[in-house]
């Protein structure tokens, strides 16, 4: 039972153009929303997150919007840039009960933008 | 400051060999987890802990121990290796108050034969 669905499984984008990753989740006990970014040979790391009592959050050429009642949320990048070639993950977890860390991770991502 | 790291980078196993993988981290964070990346499956939490002496299953535990003796070490051990275990391992931390980041390794890259 996948509890957080991603996609597109891949992705190519020109240099310039906008990105755009969707995901969905189940679980209504889920308040906290996270994009992670992993390159080749490297461990995912924190992009950028979200929780519920905001629609939309923006951290430089990264935006997360999020859509509450569809249980949906997606990742914008604008002016992709070749750099942000990588994969890209999105998560949620509770943050209610200690478990905040036990992250729930859709199944990502791959960005290839082109020149 | 070295963050978490994993050992080994690379290994290979044959069936039924038994192997451990090792995680340290000196943040000084009370959470610590594994999990595995297989294509098409994103990353999948394998077992945690929520300090020294407290572990838990995640999402895929079968095959797999922890143990979680001091706050910076969290092993994580195969006792019988099955190729359905070739993955990619991740080791991951973070404040258990969490402070919104989960610190990842870089990754033990697994061959079952």
């Known amino acids: 039972q996948q509890q957080v669905k991603q996609s597109p499984q891949s992705l190519i984008v020109q240099k310039g153009g906008i990105s755009i990753i969707n995901c969905a989740y189940e679980?209504?006990?889920?308040?906290?929303f996270p994009w992670y970014q992993q390159f080749p040979g490297k461990g995912p790391a924190l992009l950028i997150a979200?929780?519920?009592?905001?629609s939309e959050k923006k951290e430089g050429r990264f935006t997360i919007s999020f859509n509450k009642s569809a249980k949906q949320f997606s990742l914008h990048i604008m002016d992709s840039q070749p750099g942000d070639s990588a994969t890209y993950f999105c998560?949620?977890?509770?943050?209610?009960?200690?478990?905040?860390?036990?992250?729930?991770f859709g199944t990502g991502t791959r960005l290839q933008v082109t020149l | 400051n070295a963050g978490v790291t994993q050992t080994p980078k690379f290994q290979v196993l044959k069936t039924g060999q038994s192997m451990t993988l090792q995680c340290a981290q000196d943040?000084?964070?009370?959470?610590m987890s594994w999990y595995r990346q297989d294509p098409g499956m994103g990353l999948r939490l394998i077992h945690y802990?929520?300090?020294?002496?407290?572990?838990d299953q995640g999402e895929v535990p079968n095959g797999y121990n922890v143990s979680r003796s001091t706050t910076e070490d969290f092993p994580l051990r195969l006792l019988s290796a099955a190729p359905s275990q070739t993955s990619v391992y991740f080791c991951?931390?973070?404040?258990?108050?969490?402070?919104?980041?989960?610190?990842f390794g870089e990754g033990s890259r697994l061959t079952v034969l």
């Open positions: 991951a931390s973070s404040y258990r108050s969490f402070s919104g980041e989960l610190f």
């Open positions: 679980n209504t006990a889920f308040d906290y």
């Open positions: 979200i929780r519920p009592d905001v």
């Open positions: 998560a949620a977890s509770s943050l209610r009960g200690g478990t905040a860390s036990k992250l729930t």
């Open positions: 943040m000084n964070h009370e959470y």
């Open positions: 802990s929520v300090g020294a002496g407290i572990t």
